[in-house]
C-alpha cells in the first residue's frame, strides 16, 4: 500500500477530509523549502504537493509562476528537488509527497532515471500536467512498479468519456480543478463543482481533491462538504509573499492552521 493510499484510508477511518498544500520548491528561498514542508504537516497538512520550478508553464497563474521564477533563479532542478524531498524524509517518513509539474524536466533528465530517483528519494507521488493519459501507459506503468502513484487533473470540461479514461490509468487520487483557467483564477461555482464530483464518483473508487481556486478557510469548507480533499496553492504562496522576510514559514503555518480548523470544524 502507498502512502497517499494509506493516507486517505485512515481519514476516511476517522471521517476527515484531506489538506493537501502546495508549494514551489526552493521558494521563497532554498533554504526554507524543508522548514516549510515540516511546518505545513505540523499545521495540519496529510499531502504536501512540491512544485518542481519550471519556465515555461501552462496551468499556473501569476501567483505560481513568480513562485518558479522565484526558485530558478535560486538555480533550484529537479535534483534540487529530489535532495528536498530526501532531506525531508529524514524526518518524516509518514507524510505522503507528491510531485507536480511539467513533463520537459522530467523528459530532459530521461524518465527512467526521473522514476528511479524520485522513488529513492522518497516521493510517492508524481502529476505531470501535460502528460495525457493516452500517451502515457508506460510512464505509470513505471511509475507503479516503483511503488508510486501517478495522479491525473480532470477539467470542468472533461468528459465523462475522459473521466473514464483517467480513472482507468490514475492511482493515489484524481486532482478536479475547479475552475477554467490557471492556478487561483476566478470564483469557485459551488453547484457546478459539487455536480462534477459526482460524476467523477460514477467512474472511479479513487479519493477527489479539489484545487485552483480554494482561496480560504470557508472555501475550504464548503468544498469538503462534497470532496475527499481540498488543494491550496496559490493562497499560501501570497501568504508567503506578504510576509516580512524570514517570517514566510510562520505565516505559511498559520494559515494552514486555519484551514485544518475549518475542516476539522466540518
Do not use: W
Not at 29 to 35: A, E, F, S
Not at 124 to 149: I, K, N, Q, T
Not at 197 to 202: K, T
Not at 214 to 219: E, K, L, N, S
Amino acid at each position: 500500500m502507498s502512502r497517499i493510499q494509506a493516507a486517505f484510508e485512515q481519514l476516511a477511518t476517522s471521517r476527515r477530509k484531506a489538506l493537501i498544500p502546495f508549494v514551489t520548491a526552493g521558494d521563497p528561498d532554498p533554504g526554507m523549502t524543508v522548514p516549510l514542508m515540516h511546518a505545513l504537516v505540523e499545521a495540519g497538512a496529510d499531502v504536501l504537493e512540491l512544485g518542481v520550478p519550471f519556465s515555461d508553464p501552462m496551468a499556473d497563474g501569476p501567483v505560481i509562476q513568480r513562485a518558479s521564477d522565484r526558485a530558478l533563479k535560486h538555480g533550484v532542478d529537479l535534483p534540487r528537488v529530489f535532495a528536498f524531498v530526501h532531506e525531508f524524509r529524514a524526518g518524516n517518513q509518514i507524510t505522503p509527497v507528491v510531485l507536480m509539474g511539467y513533463a520537459n524536466p522530467i523528459e530532459a533528465m530521461g524518465i527512467n532515471r526521473f522514476v528511479e530517483e524520485a522513488q529513492q528519494a522518497g516521493v510517492d507521488g508524481v502529476l505531470v500536467v501535460d502528460y495525457p493519459p493516452e500517451e502515457c501507459a508506460a510512464f505509470a506503468s513505471l511509475v507503479r512498479s516503483r511503488g508510486m502513484d501517478l495522479i491525473f487533473l480532470l477539467a470542468p470540461t472533461s468528459s465523462d468519456a475522459r473521466m473514464a479514461q483517467v480513472a482507468g490509468i490514475a492511482s493515489g487520487y484524481l486532482y478536479y480543478v475547479s475552475l477554467k483557467g490557471v492556478t487561483g483564477a476566478g470564483q469557485l461555482d459551488l453547484a457546478e463543482v459539487a455536480e462534477k464530483i459526482s460524476r467523477i464518483r460514477r467512474h472511479t473508487q479513487l479519493p477527489v481533491g479539489v484545487g485552483f481556486g480554494i482561496r480560504d478557510a470557508a472555501t475550504a469548507k464548503d468544498v469538503a462538504e462534497f470532496a475527499d480533499a481540498v488543494v491550496i496553492g496559490s493562497a499560501i504562496i501570497q501568504q508567503m509573499e506578504a510576509a516580512p522576510a524570514g517570517e514566510q514559514v510562520r505565516h505559511a503555518r498559520r494559515f494552514m492552521q486555519g484551514i485544518r480548523e475549518a475542516l476539522d470544524a466540518k
